[in-house]
Structure formats: structure tokens, C-alpha cells
């Protein structure tokens, strides 16, 4: 069965600082990942997604993720984090490219300070 | 506004009643997901339609809960005879069922509350 893990579940950066977010998946055959964002009151926003090519994908807001077959991981990262980016942060996996069932992970919560 | 719509937004109910939501997805969507969110977990798929017709669903969608889809445009997720348990943000996506173009699009979510 497929599985997402993100070990952080808050984070907390200073505005203007690198930005990364960290998930592994488990499942055995080629992982179709995604990232979204949500803010309170806003539903799920795609930030990027991965299919399959070139392993590092950028995305919007200026977000970018690498998938590391190696190590089953796909993680969020953002060069300089504005206080618009604070939010929740969720990992998924589905099985197809298709667009079948997303599995998520548990979120982390990005906190920004001034 | 062509989004995923879900009403109502909000719902406060006591226990042991009934209540439905609609979702009305993005129009050229065919497949319509619906997912459960409870505080500090990520959204839990519950089940999925394409056009009409229900091809999966959940272990976390016990008999008390029923979906469907009649016409292949807009669902209702009915939860009968709720209890407690069933608290939680009931969000709806609709995606294109194309290769690669399996990007879900997800509304804003009903918030339900039963005391």
C-alpha cells in the first residue's frame, strides 16, 4: 500500500530564508507525487507536480521539488520564503498518471516570521 | 467563478441525523473524488466517481455513508445517522481523466460539526 510520511509537522523560517520541506513515500512501482498548499479557509492548491523525466520540477509561487528515487523522498523547496507563503503543506502520491486516489501525508504547517 | 463549488460551507448538526452535501465540479471533469480531513491529518480518500459511475471507495466509508453521482455532473455525500466521529472537513476534487492530466482540483471543503 502506498504511504506518505512528513516528518516535520510545523516549521518555522524567517522571511527572506531557504525553505525545505521534507517527504518520503513508500510504494513499489513509479510514484506519481504531488505537492499542494493550503490556507486556512482556501481549499488545495497544486503547487507541482511529478510524473516522471527530469527530477527536479518547478512549480508556482516559486516553488521547485526533487524526486530521489534513492531515497523514495520528493522534497518542497523555496529559495526565499515571503510571509504569503505561510500555510499548510501536504505530500501526495497516486498510483496512475491518470488521476486516480491521492494519498497524503499528515501536512507541516510552515510558520514565517518578520 | 469555474472552481470546485461545495455547499453548504459549513454544517452544525446533532447526533443521529442525516445530512448530505453537494459538490459541483469543474464542468469538463468527469472524475469527482471526495476526501475527509480531520484536524492535523492530511485529507483521507473516501471515494470516486467517473461520469456516473462509483468505482471505488473506501473502508472509511462505512454503510452510513452514501455517494453518488446521478447524472454524472454534480454528487451528494449522504451521512446518515452521524455520530461524533464523523466531525470533520468533507472535501471535494474533480480532475480530467487523461494521462497527465491526473491533477486534482479541489474545493473549499465542508466543515462538518455534529454535537
Redesign the interface.
Same mark, same amino acid.
Given at each position: 500500500a502506498q504511504s506518505?510520511t512528513q516528518p516535520d509537522?510545523h516549521i518555522t523560517v524567517s522571511e527572506g530564508a531557504s525553505l525545505e520541506l521534507r517527504c518520503n513515500y513508500s510504494y513499489g512501482a513509479t510514484p !506519481?507525487l504531488?505537492w !499542494?498548499v493550503q490556507s486556512p479557509?482556501?481549499?488545495?492548491?497544486?503547487l507541482l +507536480?511529478y #510524473?516522471s523525466g527530469d527530477t527536479l520540477v518547478q512549480g508556482i509561487k516559486g516553488f521547485e521539488a526533487e524526486f530521489k528515487r534513492s531515497q523514495s523522498s520528493f522534497n518542497l523547496r523555496k529559495p526565499s520564503v515571503h510571509w504569503s507563503d505561510a500555510a499548510e503543506y #501536504?505530500c501526495?502520491v497516486?498510483r496512475?498518471? !491518470?488521476?486516480? +486516489?491521492?494519498?497524503?501525508?499528515?501536512?507541516t504547517i510552515l510558520r514565517v516570521k518578520s | 467563478d469555474t472552481g470546485v463549488s461545495q455547499n453548504p460551507r459549513h454544517k452544525i448538526t446533532k447526533r443521529g441525523q442525516n445530512v448530505t452535501f453537494r459538490c459541483d465540479p469543474i464542468s469538463e471533469h468527469n472524475r469527482l473524488y471526495w476526501y475527509r480531513q480531520t484536524l492535523g491529518q492530511g485529507p483521507e480518500f473516501l471515494t470516486y466517481f467517473q461520469n456516473e459511475a462509483q468505482l471505488e471507495k473506501s473502508r472509511l466509508l462505512s454503510d452510513r455513508f452514501s455517494a453518488e453521482r446521478p447524472k454524472g455532473s454534480f454528487s451528494t455525500l449522504e451521512i446518515q445517522r452521524t455520530e461524533q466521529g464523523d466531525s470533520a472537513m468533507y472535501l471535494c476534487a474533480s480532475s480530467v481523466n487523461r494521462l497527465r492530466l491526473g491533477e486534482q482540483f479541489f474545493g473549499p471543503g465542508t466543515r462538518l460539526t455534529v454535537l
Open positions: 506518505v509537522i !506519481y504531488f !499542494y479557509g482556501q481549499g488545495l492548491q497544486l +507536480k #510524473f #501536504f501526495a497516486d496512475t498518471e !491518470y488521476g486516480n +486516489k491521492l494519498v497524503f501525508g499528515a501536512g | -
